[in-house]
């Protein structure tokens, strides 16, 4: 058949689909045949007059036809034109692939089993993945790491470069830049950092300068040590025995609490402040937890005492020869070898421990297990009483023979 016009090609036009429902003037809903996600998505008209979605009619469930007011009587007065937004589920063949070629999905696009997709993937919408709660991983890749996101959704864990998390969140530092930590919290405002990594299996926490990754100060949790950093700086350590050691990083010898002053000849090392009278600043107990002595600071001096009450105490007398035993200690002048421009008064301490015991610790010509001298010390407060019995035994002396 002639006809004016280019050659006809090879194309085709699906009509829309539709649907007839009778009223009967008093029902409101009815049951469509497909599927739609939104009152927009059909073009209504009961008796010829087009209705306005939303206001005449609403659809819910998919398939659900509700009026505001019941449609008249009569035989397929109702038409229903489906616009094709609708809601479908497509099962296509495993051996294919469902694919969207610069396409936008408007509605809701739901995905079952193992997909992939090539390409961006924007949901301008809310976005659930496994909301049916099933045994279903969910893994993201990026160009270097096979799991730079995965969700194990058997064991609900997260795991951040592995596929194999232990934790509610593992995170694997799977790079071959070992510098970088493994978590970063940045503030725009500020050009420092705070960050987290696990250094070789050491746990490092701290503060950094963004433009150069330059640590600001930090706190590493090693095998063995804590170590407490500021500019870069070791400042305090703690050793696994328990042992603390403030601005140094080697022994200083015998000590839980070690402290090493350098500056200035008025340097501080353990500075305490009494906020009230009468605060006690170090307190001394037994190992059965009685208070045995203690420093006590008030506005203008400080006393050093140890414990005295007549609780604590039996056998108590008063006759003994106090100058007898005064009179065995050799007072003497000597000088500190450490110190050898400095002449000082004392005593040498195993020629009293013989005569005040209570006085003196340790033990005569010590040393520990390698072989370092192991100091004796003396408290020449505890010569004291000692002084005053003398005193008062001599006082008397002096006044008996006055009498006569």
Not at 43 to 63: K, R
Not at 178 to 189: F, G, T, V
Not at 194 to 205: E, K, P
Not at 302 to 315: I, Q
Request: proline letters at 2%; one cysteine or more; a negative charge.
């Amino acid at each position: 058949m002639p006809y004016i016009g280019n050659t006809a090609g090879n194309r085709f036009v699906a009509s829309q689909a539709a649907t007839r429902l009778s009223g009967n003037g008093s029902a409101v809903e009815f049951t469509l045949e497909h599927a739609v996600g939104s009152d927009e998505d059909i073009l209504v008209s009961v008796d010829g007059v087009i209705q306005e979605p939303s206001i005449a009619y609403a659809v819910s469930n998919g398939t659900t036809l509700t009026f505001t007011a019941a449609p008249s009587n009569g035989t397929n007065n109702i038409f229903v034109c489906y616009l094709f937004r609708t809601v479908a589920t497509v099962d296509h063949p495993s051996t294919s692939s469902l694919q969207a070629t610069d396409g936008t999905f408007s509605s809701t696009l739901g995905v079952t089993g193992a997909s992939t997709f090539t390409g961006a993937l924007s949901a301008k919408g809310g976005a659930v993945f496994n909301e049916d709660s099933a045994d279903v991983d969910f893994r993201v890749e990026s160009n270097n790491d096979a799991n730079c996101l995965f969700v194990d959704g058997a064991n609900d864990k997260v795991g951040i470069g592995t596929n194999a998390p232990d934790g509610f969140l593992t995170i694997n530092k799977n790079t071959s830049d070992s510098a970088l930590p493994s978590i970063r919290l940045i503030d725009n405002s500020d050009a420092r950092e705070a960050f987290v990594t696990n250094q070789s299996g050491d746990l490092i926490m701290g503060v950094s300068n963004s433009s150069d990754d330059t640590v600001d100060s930090s706190i590493n949790i090693l095998e063995s040590n804590i170590l407490f950093k500021t500019v870069n700086t070791e400042r305090a350590r703690f050793n696994s025995d328990g042992r603390a050691y403030f601005n140094t990083t080697s022994d200083l010898g015998t000590g839980v609490l070690q402290v090493k002053l350098a500056g200035t000849n008025k340097a501080v090392g353990i500075r305490m402040r009494a906020e009230n009278a009468g605060n006690w600043m170090i307190a001394f107990e037994n190992s059965s937890g009685t208070v045995v002595g203690q420093i006590i600071a008030n506005a203008s001096s400080t006393s050093y005492n140890t414990s005295s009450d007549h609780r604590l105490k039996e056998n108590v007398t008063y006759d003994f020869d106090a100058t007898a035993r005064l009179k065995q200690l050799k007072p003497a002048r000597f000088n500190f070898i450490a110190d050898a421009d400095t002449t000082v008064d004392g005593f040498l301490a195993h020629e009293v421990s013989s005569i005040v015991p209570e006085a003196v610790n340790g033990e005569k010509d010590a040393v520990d297990a390698d072989g370092n001298i192991d100091p004796q010390g003396i408290d020449q407060s505890k010569l004291v009483p000692l002084l005053v019995k003398t005193i008062q035994e001599l006082e008397a002396r002096i006044t008996a023979l006055e009498s006569k």
